[in-house]
């Protein structure tokens, strides 16, 4: 049978059913984001939080805004530049559609939904699900592996960091 969870939001006040499994998995969300809540320590809140921001839509923008004008002058500073060009615009595919599918599933950020959770630093306006960092990180690496860039490996692993980041902060 299936039993509704009211979530203890501030900003969300619509009630979310939820199965028996899906609260289970809430549980494992919750007991994950207390111990990396004790983990920790100053020298990595630093590492996560420049990841954190390297996967932000402003670094997309500037990032890709440059490569455009590149492209049209013709100028090459990557191997292999417009699929890379092209496997950014994939990650602004994959932001987009997770800020739509944001409103669907309409899931608080874990400083409002986890009793005792602390964030480090400020959560964007939106919702927590899915993440925007994480969804185009990694839409980014697959469009990479697909096109058989160079960079695929290290993208993976920057994408890898972004994505745990998001937890981590």
Known sequence: SLQYL???????HTRIMVSPILRRIVNLDHQAMYWIQNKRNPYLTSFFIFFTHSGSGVVWGIVSGILIILELLKIDILPGQTAFLRSMGC????????????????????????????????????????????SSAIAFVVAL?????????????????????????
Do not use: D
Request: hydrophobic fraction near 45%; aromatic fraction near 18%.
């Open 145 to 169: 592996w697909m096109s058989l860039h160079s960079f695929t490996n290290g993208v993976f692993v920057w994408a890898m960091i972004v994505t745990f980041s998001r937890f981590y902060l």
């Open 91 to 134: 990650a602004l595919i994959a932001w987009s559609s997770g800020n739509f599918i944001k409103n669907y599933f309409n899931r608080p950020r874990p400083e409002e939904s986890v009793p005792g959770f602390a964030a480090i630093i400020s959560a964007p306006k939106c919702q927590s699900f899915p993440s925007s960092h994480a």
């Open 6 to 12: 009211l979530s203890s939001s501030e900003r969300c």
